[in-house]
């Protein structure tokens, strides 16, 4: 894996502002491109996951947070229920990670990865990371709570 690969596992001074004002995002399949919006996102089903931390390796932890949002799961099966195995949440800075189908298969519902809209029960302004991958099992750098989500690519 080249090392300028923003999907590495790297450790990463967090961008602390929004690349751009537009949370809009799109969920991709091979050969289909489907736009989204938070709209769209806050249509369908969501959980909320509390006791989430942020905890970073530069500046400490941050929360208790609840955050509220779409199982990452659901919203691709919604979208093509078909074979997939992986997916990859790539934000518009460039940070991204990837979770493999088994790994999202295997979550606690009460701690499942979320594309989250909604934080401590408000809606998640831009400048918070809208819409945000929130992986609740992760805490130990933050490297999965992607801001700023532009795309979501399924493999
Ligand atoms: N899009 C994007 N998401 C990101 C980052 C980033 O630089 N860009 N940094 C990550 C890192 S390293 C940390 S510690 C947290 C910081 O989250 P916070 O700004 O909510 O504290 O965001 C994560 N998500
Ligand atoms: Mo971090």
Do not use: Y
């Not at 919006?37 to 400490?60: E, K, M, W, Y």
């Not at 947070?65 to 195995?85: K, M, N, R």
């Not at 029960?121 to 400048?127: E, N, S, V, Y």
């Amino acid at each position: 894996m080249s090392h300028d690969d923003p999907l590495a596992p790297h450790s990463h001074e967090p961008n602390p502002e929004p690349p751009s004002a537009d949370p809009a995002f799109t969920l991709e399949f091979r050969g289909r491109v489907i736009p989204l919006t938070v709209d769209h996102l806050r249509q369908l089903p969501s959980v909320a996951i509390d006791n989430c931390f942020i905890v970073s390796t530069g500046h400490g932890t941050s929360g208790p947070f609840s955050f509220a949002g779409v199982p990452l799961l659901a919203l691709v099966d919604a979208h093509d229920p078909g074979e997939w195995t992986l997916v990859e949440v790539i934000s518009a800075d460039g940070f991204g990670t990837r979770l493999g189908r088994a790994e999202l298969l295997a979550e606690q519902p009460a701690r499942a990865s979320i594309l989250a809209h909604a934080i401590d029960g408000r809606p998640m302004t831009r400048a918070e990371g809208l819409a945000r991958l929130i992986v609740p099992s992760e805490r130990d750098d933050a490297l999965k709570q992607v801001k700023w989500v532009a795309t979501v690519r399924v493999k």
